[in-house]
């Protein structure tokens, strides 16, 4: 899956990166942090639930796609755009992990909500981006 | 001696006071997780809000200096240190004489060590009983 990026709406610096071992803190942690840059990029209630459902769903199947049994996630907070790069995964995770974002019934939780989608490969790696935005 | 392993979990934030919050925030996922009591859980946000503040303070000239916060949970303990890449701790500048905060993170925690290098940033590592001081 691939998506050129079609705005910059992201401020220069460094991102937040968040790494956690794999295990049962993975999900309290990323929603926590997720919710708080989502509401600092100014995202409205709804989309600002759907990021902590995307954080949810990464924190449930990025574990099994991950190199070094570890969820690593940057963060890069916008003008109503949050930025999660999510990643190293092992090569083939970044497919597999959209993959496994499907619900029965509902479709494909991440492919719903992301305003842009894709994987990047980087030498044996595989890195996840996902963005979130708002334009109303 | 607080002892080195693969970190549970690693936070890397730039150094703004916007982001204290977050790590504030990010402790009661612990909390959760852990079932720390209360005010236990009262005493590790307090301590690590003032490491952190001490980071946006003092360590960096220049905006966009990271601060690094790592929590170890132990069985009975939980380790959390915050460190930073810029100056290391020192007086402040908009007071005389030292402030509350080292000697409040002393009394909150079970064991305190701060090490302080110029130019290459601080480390202070706290300690926390899993179950109340």
């Known amino acids: ?136 | 001696m607080m002892t080195a392993t693969v970190a549970d979990v690693h936070l890397s934030l730039p150094a703004r006071a916007e982001n204290v919050a977050v790590v504030r925030h990010v402790m009661g996922a612990f909390g959760e997780a852990l079932a720390l009591p209360r005010r236990r859980l009262e005493d590790v946000r307090l301590a690590v809000t003032e490491a952190c503040t001490n980071v946006v303070r003092h360590a960096y000239d220049e905006p966009d200096g990271l601060m690094e916060i790592t929590v170890h949970p132990r069985e009975d303990r939980l380790e959390v240190v915050v460190a930073d890449h810029g100056r290391g701790i020192g007086p402040s500048v908009d007071r005389a004489g030292p402030g509350l905060g080292l000697p409040m993170m002393a009394t909150l925690c079970d064991e305190l060590e701060i090490d302080r290098t110029v130019d290459s940033g601080s480390r202070v590592a706290m300690s926390f009983s899993r179950g109340m001081a």
Request: some cysteine; proline content about 9%; overall charge negative.
């Open chain 1, 1 to 136: 899956m691939s998506a050129p990026v079609a705005e910059d709406r992201t401020p220069a610096g460094p991102p937040t990166s968040v790494s956690i071992a794999s295990g049962p803190l993975v999900g309290p942690v990323l929603r926590r942090v997720v919710g708080m840059l989502a509401a600092r990029a100014d995202l409205p209630l709804d989309r600002l639930d759907d990021a902590i459902l995307v954080a949810d769903l990464i924190a449930a199947r990025a574990p099994a796609h991950v190199r070094d049994d570890e969820v690593r996630v940057d963060f890069q907070p916008g003008d109503r755009c949050l930025d999660l790069v999510i990643g190293p995964l092992r090569a083939g995770g970044g497919q597999a992990l959209i993959t496994d974002a499907a619900v029965p019934g509902v479709g494909n939780v991440i492919e719903q909500l992301a305003d842009e989608l894709d994987v990047r490969p980087e030498g044996e790696d595989e890195f996840l981006h996902v963005r979130l935005t708002y334009d109303g």
